[in-house]
Nanobody, 126 residues
Framework: QVQLVESGGGLVQPGGSLRLSCAVS????????IGWFRQAPGKEREGVSC?????????YYARSVKGRFTISRDKTKNTVYLEMNSLEREDTGIYYC??????????????????WGQGTQVTVSS
């Protein structure tokens, strides 16, 4: 059984930064593509960014966050990070990390991911 636990959310002013962490436990961290999704109130869950499981660590970013967010993977800690800079009010939502074993790095579909964390709240407000 694979478990994912997010942390690092909080309240930040527009233009600020946060770093989210996704700690993965259980079997086979190295086999999973890890993605970050977010869901704002009244909106559908959307894919934000994902990173592959192979050594080259291919990455994907949604157009809305490209250039502001950076995803990375620390295999020694079984943890994936999402560094979020220049945050905007539209970035507010619950952020979830998810793992999938047969996921190509690209536009994200939540049904492709097998395991999900409980989510962490990010609020961008002055």
């Amino acid at each position: 059984q694979v478990q994912l636990v997010e942390s690092g959310g909080g309240l930040v002013q527009p233009g600020g930064s946060l770093r989210l962490s996704c700690a993965v436990s259980g079997f086979g961290f190295e086999y999973y593509t890890i993605g970050w999704f977010r869901q704002a109130p009244g909106k559908e869950r959307e894919g934000v960014s994902c990173i592959s499981n192979h050594d080259r660590s291919s990455t994907y970013y949604a157009r809305s966050v490209k250039g502001r967010f950076t995803i990375s993977r620390d295999k020694t800690k079984n943890t994936v990070y999402l560094e979020m800079n220049s945050l905007e009010r539209e970035d507010t939502g619950i952020y979830y990390c998810a793992g999938g074993t047969s996921v190509l790095v690209g536009p994200m579909i939540h049904g492709d991911y097998d395991y999900w964390g409980q989510g962490t709240q990010v609020t961008v407000s002055s």
